[in-house]
């Protein structure tokens, strides 16, 4: 099985900041990277694909980037809806495996 | 537009089994995989398998073998997921999930997601 290591496992930003989220891989996943928004009570929203391929309708203060087994999640200017949890997910091998998540707070 | 409508919450007894559904509507029911997700309180997901409605075929996560049997019926739409022999490990949010019209697994379209608390 791939293992995603996702880090922090939660940190704090002010509306405007910019923050980084990390998701490491066991092995070369090749950019089968997706990313998902979690918000309290709700079931996760897809944000992005091939690790920087935005979704429709996704913000563009969201990106994302890396390869093999490091891709990273950034949020430039953060608002206070994007207070959430974000969940890394790779789709390159059997079983598909999850990032154990991110939660975002906004101070 | 593509909606996944799943059963309301269970509570169960340890020992015993339960069946949680997904009704499927804005799309052809038999060309998509449905796949099944785990999220325990303040854990993360996990990955339980799925079934493709076209011809029955399933994929299992290894760890959910003989726990989780994934079933569909194409006449109303409804995917199913019964689990067996529950513990207080198997209370957890399930959630039906499908993925995009494009590209590989990743899930574009997710079900409300299904309480099932396992005690006694």
């Known amino acids: 099985d791939i293992h995603m290591t996702q880090n922090p496992v939660s940190l704090s930003a002010f509306i405007g900041d910019k923050v980084t989220i990390t998701c490491r891989a066991s092995?070369?996943?090749?950019?089968?990277l997706g990313w998902y928004q979690q918000k309290q009570g709700q079931s996760p929203k897809y944000l992005m694909y091939?690790?920087?391929n935005l979704l429709s309708g996704v913000p563009s203060r969201f990106s994302g980037s890396g390869s093999g087994t490091e891709y990273s999640l950034t949020i430039t200017g953060i608002q206070p809806e994007d207070a959430a949890t974000y969940f890394c997910?790779?789709?390159?091998?059997?079983?598909?495996?999850f990032g154990s998540g991110t939660k975002l707070e906004i101070k | 537009q593509v909606q996944l409508q799943q059963s309301g919450a269970e509570l169960v007894k340890p020992g015993s089994s339960v069946k949680i559904s997904c009704k499927a509507s804005?799309?052809?029911?038999?060309?998509?995989?449905m796949h099944w997700i785990k999220q325990q309180p303040g854990n993360g997901l996990e990955w339980i398998g799925w079934?493709?409605?076209?011809?029955?075929?399933?994929m299992y996560n290894q760890k959910f073998n003989g726990k989780a049997t994934l079933t569909a019926d194409k006449s109303s739409s409804t995917a199913y997921m019964q689990l067996t022999s529950l513990t207080s490990e198997d209370s957890a949010v399930y959630f039906c999930?499908?993925?995009?019209?494009?590209?590989?697994?990743?899930?574009?379209?997710w079900g409300q997601g299904t309480l099932v608390t396992v005690s006694s």
């Open positions: 999930a499908r993925r995009a019209a494009i590209g590989p697994n990743w899930f574009a379209y």
């Open positions: 804005g799309y052809t029911f038999t060309s998509y995989d």
């Open positions: 079934l493709y409605p076209g011809n029955n075929k399933t």
């Open positions: 092995q070369d996943i090749s950019r089968y």
């Open positions: 091939y690790a920087s």
């Open positions: 997910q790779q789709c390159y091998s059997y079983p598909l495996t």
